[in-house]
């Protein structure tokens, strides 16, 4: 069974622009949540997708929005990017929502904004 | 506001010697807490959990303990191995919801 894809692994984008990353669960998994990882903060959590629906939010601003399509797949956007978004950014999907007890991350996005 | 903590950013052990990585929260509501190991360049993996109704679990060479009274729990692993030398993670959630991490601790076991 092959794991949580996240693409693209490596991404490297200026100051005031826009990124879009994607996130493929595992085979019938219908959660999907994103998390930020810097240093600085550890990982925190972006949102909880289920079922299209966003079901929670982290405390993160308005720039970080995310989307979850019929088939599970993820994407999550950053708008207007800033030094301090650079982080790896890790999408976890689990067969339904709130089952953080069954829940498998992939290896990440690595975004660096200059 | 940091909930759970885990107050040393790197521990060193030798081979075959016991580790124990120690985390700290602050929110009482949790009541589920889990490890997570992370190797570089790979997302983490779940490697134990604990309910708050327990105060022990054990898995292996992995057991984790709860106090729930001094809001601490405490992952050791015996004995510990070089494939072990990881960033473990802790995390809080509050009825099997979203999960609140602590910033980490790496381990590094020496041969």
């Known amino acids: 069974k092959a794991g949580v894809t996240q693409t693209p692994r490596y991404l490297i984008k200026t100051r005031g622009q826009q990124v879009t990353l994607s996130c493929s669960p595992i085979?019938?998994?219908?959660?999907v949540s994103w998390y930020q990882q810097t240093p600085g903060q550890g990982l925190q959590f972006l949102f909880e997708?289920?079922?299209?629906?966003?079901?929670n939010k982290g405390n993160f601003p308005g720039r970080f929005s995310g989307r979850q399509f019929s088939n599970s797949r993820s994407e999550m956007n950053v708008s207007t990017l800033e030094l301090g978004d650079s982080a790896l950014y890790l999408c976890?999907?689990?067969?339904?929502?709130?089952?953080?007890?069954?829940?498998?991350f992939g290896s990440g996005t690595q975004l660096s904004v200059l | 506001d940091q909930q759970v903590k885990q107050n040393s950013p790197s521990l060193s052990v030798q081979e075959g010697r016991i580790s124990i990585l120690n985390c700290d929260y602050t929110n009482s509501m949790f009541d589920y807490f889990l490890w997570y190991k992370k190797y570089p360049a790979e997302g983490p993996t779940f490697l134990i959990s604990i309910s708050s109704i327990k105060d022990k679990n054990e898995d292996g060479r992995f057991t984790v303990f709860l106090n729930k009274s001094a809001k601490h729990l405490s992952l050791h692993i015996v004995p510990s191995q070089p494939g072990d030398s990881a960033v473990y993670f802790c995390?809080?959630?509050?009825?099997?919801?979203?999960?609140?991490f602590g910033k980490g601790t790496m381990l590094l076991v020496s041969p």
């Open positions: 976890a999907s689990s067969l339904d929502w709130g089952r953080v007890e069954k829940l498998f």
């Open positions: 995390a809080a959630s509050k009825g099997y919801s979203t999960l609140t």
């Open positions: 085979s019938g998994h219908r959660s």
């Open positions: 997708y289920f079922s299209e629906t966003q079901r």
